[in-house]
Structures are given as C-alpha cells and as structure tokens.
Nanobody
Framework: QVQLVESGGGLVQAGDSLRLSCATS????????MAWFRQAPGKEREFVAA????????SYADSVKGRFTISRDNAKNTLFLEMNSLKPDDTAVYYC??????????????????WGQGTHVTVSS
C-alpha cells in the first residue's frame, strides 16, 4: 500500500518557522517529481513548491519564493518543506504529492498521482 504521510504542521505566530516532512512508503519515488500544495479554507488547492527526482531543480509559487525551501532525501524516502517568515496567508492544509509519470518539476495537480492526507498549518497574526 502506497502511503504519503505529512507531519510537522501546527499553530505558530507570524514570523515563525516550520518544517514539514512527507514520509513515503509502499513504493520507491526516487524517479518521481514531488511537490507541496496547499488549500486554505474556502479556496482551491494551490501549488506551493516542486522538486525533480534528484533534487537538482525546484520551482516555487511567487507567494512563497524566498521564504520556503523544498528538499528531499531519497535515501530516507522523505520530502521536506522548510517554511520561514510565515504569514497568516500561509494558513492552510499542506499536502505532499508524488508523480509516477514525471521526474521533472511540474506545478499542476493533474501531474501528480499520489497524495498525502495533509497537515494543518495555522499562522496567527
């Protein structure tokens, strides 16, 4: 059974930092592009950051560029999202995703085949 399990979310104040993790199991994703998406209450799911299979290429949404860093450890089957200078607008459920069709960076949800259940991030002002 393939699983992507996010962790690291929580309630923080504006300006704080959080590190999200996404542990994968059930199959290898070393050839897979992976990404983080988020969905705020009442809004559609949106792209946050993506990374290619070997971690050499990344892409970020303009809203998080310079504050968030995506990385991966293929030896530990884990994806990370380091979030700094958090803002109330970053409040959302954060989802990790993996693609079995694309090893390159992709930013559209349709490119991803496996999704985690999400972890809540709440940033208070």
């Amino acid at each position: 059974q393939v699983q992507l399990v996010e962790s690291g979310g929580g309630l923080v104040q504006a300006g704080d930092s959080l590190r999200l993790s996404c542990a994968t199991s059930g199959r290898t994703f070393v050839n897979s592009g992976m990404a983080w998406f988020r969905q705020a209450p009442g809004k559609e799911r949106e792209f946050v950051a993506a990374i290619n299979s070997i971690g050499a290429s990344t892409s970020y949404a303009d809203s998080v560029k310079g504050r968030f860093t995506i990385s991966r450890d293929n030896a530990k089957n884990t994806l990370f999202l380091e979030m700094n200078s958090l803002k109330p607008d970053d409040t959302a459920v954060y989802y990790c995703a993996a693609s079995v069709r694309f090893g390159a960076v992709t930013t559209t949800p349709d490119s991803y085949d496996y999704w985690g259940q999400g972890t809540h991030v709440t940033v208070s002002s």
